[in-house]
């Protein structure tokens, strides 16, 4: 419904910031790494969420649309609310939620507050099942005139870029450019910070 909100960042507590657009103030729940990116009194962008409840609506903010996507895509597990995605995103990165749910990373995921184990091992199961649906052992993405083939990193980080709503298409141009000896968290990584610009 609400695509993005851009206008002045006005205020902030812990949890929200109020982004003022033509005379209204827009209280955006967004992630500590979001707030640390914006600058009091400046014009500012953020993606955003609206979540709708019989009792309130819930406008949450995001500064790029990775965090966007991470966000959408932990509320898809069952168990995980708005809230309990916004404190998953405040203690880890997009890219660092990835890497955890591709190396079953339970204690990382419980850094968040609110996280426990069973629902950081639900996360997993459930984050990884899609995981496995775009990550094969030997993937063939076709791009603009070339194949990729390839049976190590770069595959990985396709899969783990699909979690995040990345089609093969979408991400393969960029990965193809980088450096296939890379690990799997620096080529998410520097396709995240490429496609984000």
């Known amino acids: 419904m609400i695509y993005?909100?851009?206008?002045?960042?006005?205020?902030?507590?812990?949890?929200?910031?109020?982004?003022?657009c033509g005379g209204i103030g827009y209280r955006c729940q967004t992630t500590t790494n979001?707030?640390?990116?914006l600058k009091l009194n400046t014009k500012v962008t953020l993606?955003?969420?609206?979540?709708?409840?019989?009792?309130a609506m819930e406008l949450f903010g995001f500064y790029n649309q990775t965090e966007l996507s991470t966000f959408r895509t932990l509320i898809g597990v069952s168990g995980v609310g708005p809230k309990m995605a916004i404190s998953i995103l405040s203690e880890l990165s997009?890219?660092?939620?990835?890497m955890?749910?591709?190396?079953s990373d339970v204690k990382s995921l419980t850094r968040a507050s609110g996280v426990g184990p069973k629902l950081a091992?639900?996360?997993i199961l459930e984050l990884k099942d899609k995981l496995k649906s775009f990550a094969t052992s030997d993937t063939m993405v076709e791009t603009k005139g070339s194949v990729i083939a390839d049976t190590g990193n770069i595959s990985k980080a396709v899969g783990a870029l699909a979690v995040l709503g990345y089609?093969?298409?979408?991400?393969?141009?960029?990965l193809s450019k980088l450096d296939p000896t890379l690990?799997?968290?620096e080529l998410i990584s520097h396709t995240l910070r490429r496609m984000g610009r």
């Open 183 to 185: 690990s799997v968290e």
């Open 121 to 123: 091992q639900r996360i």
């Open 34 to 37: 979001t707030q640390k990116n």
């Open 167 to 174: 089609s093969a298409a979408d991400v393969t141009p960029v």
């Open 94 to 98: 997009s890219e660092q939620v990835i």
């Open 100 to 103: 955890a749910v591709s190396a």
């Open 47 to 55: 993606y955003t969420h609206l979540n709708v409840r019989e009792d």
């Open 4 to 20: 993005s909100v851009t206008g002045n960042f006005v205020y902030s507590e812990l949890g929200f910031v109020v982004i003022e």
